[in-house]
T-cell receptor, first 115, second 114 residues
């Protein structure tokens, strides 16, 4: 089965600093990979996705992620953090094992942005 | 117009009760899902339906019974509620069964069993 591992359950950055949220995947086939954001008491919003086209994927709100097969990674970055970026971020992989299709999520990374 | 809507948003009930959560999507998607998010925010799939047909049933207790009257609706009925059922339940939909497009999620139903 496909899986993702998010390193760091909590990340704290200063406003204006680089945001780096780490995600490594485990997949026996070329994966579809996703980053979702969850603001407090809300649902999940798709930030960006990798579907085997360009390895550098640009998403909403200035976020981007790079698919690196050699490192089995799909880290999320943003050059300059804003207070409004404070949220929970989930990496996910599309998993088709066992029939059907499902998203398998990582355990999430809580991003805190400080003044 | 909300793309994936769930009702109710909050549900507080006593142990042993039976409750239902409703989900509707107006995106024209073929596939719908129920996910459970526990207190540590871990998200795990429970069920998926494709055009009213059950595709995934992920080792969920049989007290949980999904029903899809049509491809735009997926409801979740829970019998004999237990304290451990307290969680946030998310409905989601995707365009096709095997989708690279990602899912659209509802805003969740926070279930509290007391």
């Amino acid at each position: 089965a496909q899986s993702v591992t998010q390193l760091g359950s909590h990340v704290s950055v200063s406003e204006g600093a680089l945001v780096l949220l780490r995600c490594n995947y485990s997949s026996s086939v070329p994966p579809y990979l996703f980053w979702y954001v969850q603001y407090p008491n809300q649902g999940l919003q798709l930030l960006l996705k990798y579907t085997s086209a360009a390895t550098l994927v640009k998403g909403i709100n200035g976020f981007e992620a790079e698919f690196k097969k050699s490192e089995t990674s799909f880290h999320l970055t943003k050059p300059s953090a804003h207070m409004s970026d404070a949220a929970e971020y989930f990496c996910a992989v599309s998993d088709e094992t066992g029939g059907g299709n499902k998203l398998t999520f990582g355990t999430g990374t809580q991003l805190k942005v400080e003044l | 117009d909300t793309a994936v809507s769930q009702t109710p948003k909050y549900l507080v009930t006593q142990m042993g009760n039976d409750k239902s959560i409703k989900c509707e999507q107006n995106l024209g998607h073929d596939t719908m899902y129920w996910y459970k998010q526990d207190s540590k925010k871990f998200l795990k799939i429970m069920f998926s339906y494709n055009n009213k047909e059950l595709i995934i049933n992920e080792t969920v207790p049989n007290r949980f019974s999904p029903k899809s009257p049509d491809k735009a609706h997926l409801n979740l009925h829970i019998n004999s509620l237990e304290l451990g059922d307290s969680a946030v339940y998310f409905c989601a939909s995707s365009p096709v069964l095997r989708s690279s497009g990602g899912y659209t999620f509802g805003s969740g139903t926070r279930l509290t069993v007391v």
